[in-house]
């Protein structure tokens, strides 16, 4: 005797798999695909929170912001100097 074939369960919405927005095939993800586009940009529009930074990356995020400033004061230096 076989026994029925059981079907999978949804996960819970308080599942952590289920708000992993990598993951693929989400019962969320269906319920967009329906929604007006109006609808849509709202559901996805939420903002973000920022991500919390340890010591080291917001270092390197300073560094960076330095290094963009400096190269960018010499890209203008070189072109003004350039016209003469």
């Known amino acids: 005797m076989?026994?029925?074939?059981?079907?999978p369960t949804p996960p819970a919405p308080d599942d952590p798999l289920e708000r992993d927005p990598r993951r693929r095939g989400r019962v969320e993800d269906e319920l967009?695909?329906?929604?007006?586009?109006?609808?849509?940009?709202?559901a996805t529009s939420?903002?973000?929170a920022?991500?919390?930074?340890g010591r080291y990356?917001?270092?390197?995020?300073w560094a960076l912001r330095v290094f963009v400033l400096?190269?960018?004061a010499m890209v203008t230096y070189?072109?003004?100097?350039?016209l003469h």
Do not use: C, H, K, N
Request: no cysteine; proline share 8%; aromatic share 6%.
């Open 2 to 7: 076989s026994s029925p074939a059981r079907t």
């Open 50 to 53: 920022r991500a919390p930074l």
């Open 57 to 61: 990356a917001a270092a390197t995020l």
């Open 70 to 72: 400096v190269v960018g």
């Open 78 to 82: 070189t072109f003004i100097d350039q």
């Open 46 to 48: 939420r903002p973000v």
């Open 32 to 42: 967009v695909g329906e929604l007006e586009r109006d609808q849509y940009v709202a």
